[in-house]
């Protein structure tokens, strides 16, 4: 285990922090809300470092930021990533503090993304600036701080798909998780299911055929799935159970009672364990719509709008136990594990990068995405002398 030692400048990560925080990189045109000035104000900060941050645009105003640090000696090299967008703040007159003031009280940092994921961010650039000025080391460290994660995660399928995992031995991504060294994520997949009738008086169903009817059908069928693959795969470590979710159901623009509507859609959000096979968990969704379609004369189409696997990085892998030496040897306390419920960028980064990736992060894990989301200050300073001692385990091996 190294004993080397390197100092991180605290107020600097917290400032960045704030700045970052300030930032409303929200996803949205309609306002002219994008990652850009987030990603901007990131190649600033790296360019003042001496670094060379490359910029690739994956869409428009959504670009990725990509930084490597070279150590000057042989050595493997340590991926830190991020994310630069922050979902909605929904209605701001709920928040106790500005959403985007960054405001400081208590000895937390209260706004949106402080937690998700601006701290976590600011985190690995300065635990990495830290680690570069001790001196040479051994290999490199990359340092991804990408667009669409809240999303469609285009920015880590952008940078996979453009080769930058080539080379990298392992990644951590800095996600709010609590304390725990999460090395197993919930995968995700996101089902809709167009149902196509003909329209008619409600006074006269007879003289329609109604989608509804159909989709009340689906949700009967997907509740039962769920409870036979909880039965089946029980809780899963860290992750629990399986999830079969409807979160939309919409039956058009026709607001009016007495109106068979002639579509309608519902939407699904699966969530797995690595147990799980994707394809033949969508095989069996495809098999009850079609006995429900033949029973119902309704038209039932399923797209699979994204497919995020579940992830299982073995604990005794080199990037894990960098970091769980780091983490006790900081914190002084032994390592706790743990899973993402949800799906981060780190499960692109495993599946289609062929990375050992964990998820470990200032914040509480359940704080993200809420009302008066916030970090505590000790927790930016710790994280990041954590991020640091890890980068050094794992590139002296």
């Known amino acids: 285990m190294s004993t080397r030692v390197v100092e991180i400048d605290a107020d600097a990560v917290i400032a960045f922090t704030a700045e970052l925080v300030r930032i409303e990189s929200v996803n949205d045109p309609a306002t002219g809300r994008s990652e850009a000035p987030a990603a901007a104000a990131i190649v600033e900060r790296m360019r003042s470092f001496g670094w060379e941050p490359i910029v690739e645009e994956v869409a428009p105003g959504r670009p990725n930021v990509i930084c490597t640090v070279d150590g000057g000696l042989p050595g493997p090299t340590l991926l830190f990533e991020g994310h630069t967008d922050v979902v909605t703040e929904g209605d701001r007159s709920a928040w106790t503090h500005d959403p985007f003031a960054a405001t400081i009280a208590d000895s937390r940092m209260y706004g949106r993304g402080t937690a998700d994921m601006k701290s976590g961010l600011a985190a690995v650039i300065y635990a990495t600036r830290a680690v570069d000025q001790a001196g040479p080391f051994p290999g490199r460290i ?7 994660e809240e999303e469609m995660m ?3 399928k952008h940078f996979v798909a453009a080769g930058h995992c080539d080379g990298i031995d392992g990644a951590i991504s800095a996600e709010p998780e609590g304390g725990e060294i999460c090395a197993v994520s919930k995968g995700a997949i996101r089902l809709r299911i167009d149902a196509t009738g ?20 689906v949700g009967a069928a997907i509740a039962d799935l769920e409870a036979k693959r ?8 860290h992750l629990g159970h399986v999830w079969l979710t409807p979160t939309v159901v919409d039956a058009g623009t026709i607001e ?5 509507p002639a579509e309608a859609t519902m939407a699904i959000d699966v969530r797995t364990t690595p147990d799980v096979d994707h394809h033949e968990l969508i095989a069996e969704v495809e098999a009850f719509l079609d006995a429900i379609a033949d029973a119902t004369d309704v038209t039932l189409r399923l797209t699979v709008i994204d497919d995020r696997p579940s992830t299982d990085t073995a604990v005794n892998s080199p990037v894990c136990q960098a970091l769980a030496r780091a983490h006790e040897a900081i914190t002084g306390e032994a390592p706790i594990y743990g899973g993402v419920p949800g799906s981060t960028d780190g499960t692109i980064l495993w599946r289609d990068g062929g990375l050992d990736s964990v998820v470990y992060g200032p914040g509480g894990k ?32």
Request: with cysteine; proline share 3%; aromatic share 8%.
């Open 198 to 217: 003909q329209m008619a008086h409600g006074a006269m169903p007879d003289q329609g055929v109604n989608p509804i009817g159909a989709l009340v059908r």
């Open 256 to 260: 009016q009672i007495n109106v068979i």
């Open 366 to 397: 359940w704080i993200a995405h809420q009302v008066d989301e916030f970090v505590e200050l000790d927790e930016i300073i710790q994280y990041t002398r954590v991020f640091a001692q890890a980068a050094i385990n794992f590139l002296e091996g």
């Open 230 to 237: 909880q039965a089946r795969h029980g809780a899963y470590e």
């Open 142 to 148: 990359v340092i991804a701080a990408l667009c669409d």
């Open 154 to 156: 285009l920015g880590v």
